[in-house]
């Protein structure tokens, strides 16, 4: 298991493989991602798939065991604005 620490999934938890864990992920928020994380409602359901905001999180490998850290957030509205001046 790998526990989420500070941020929107703060206290979450997530089966892992053992020793294979990303250096930082980025974490896509919707209205629907909560209920579908604890499973309240089918995961296919769409009503709820605009980008709210992204959040990323760093790996600690350091503490036993790895936690992820909550780095920072941003809307998603800015974050399309980033996306759109990459490209």
Do not use: W
Request: a negative charge; aromatic letters at 8%; hydrophobic letters at 35%.
């Amino acid at each position: 298991m790998i526990e989420f620490i500070g941020g929107p999934f703060d206290g979450h938890q997530q089966p892992s493989a053992h020793g294979l864990h990303a250096s930082e992920i980025l974490c896509f928020i919707t209205k629907d991602t909560f209920r579908q994380l604890h499973r309240s409602e089918n995961r296919e359901s769409s009503s709820g798939s605009t980008l709210t905001s992204v959040a990323l999180y760093e790996l600690d490998a350091v503490s036993d065991p790895p936690t992820y850290r909550h780095a920072g957030s941003i809307g998603g509205q800015s974050f399309a604005e980033v996306i759109a001046e990459l490209s």
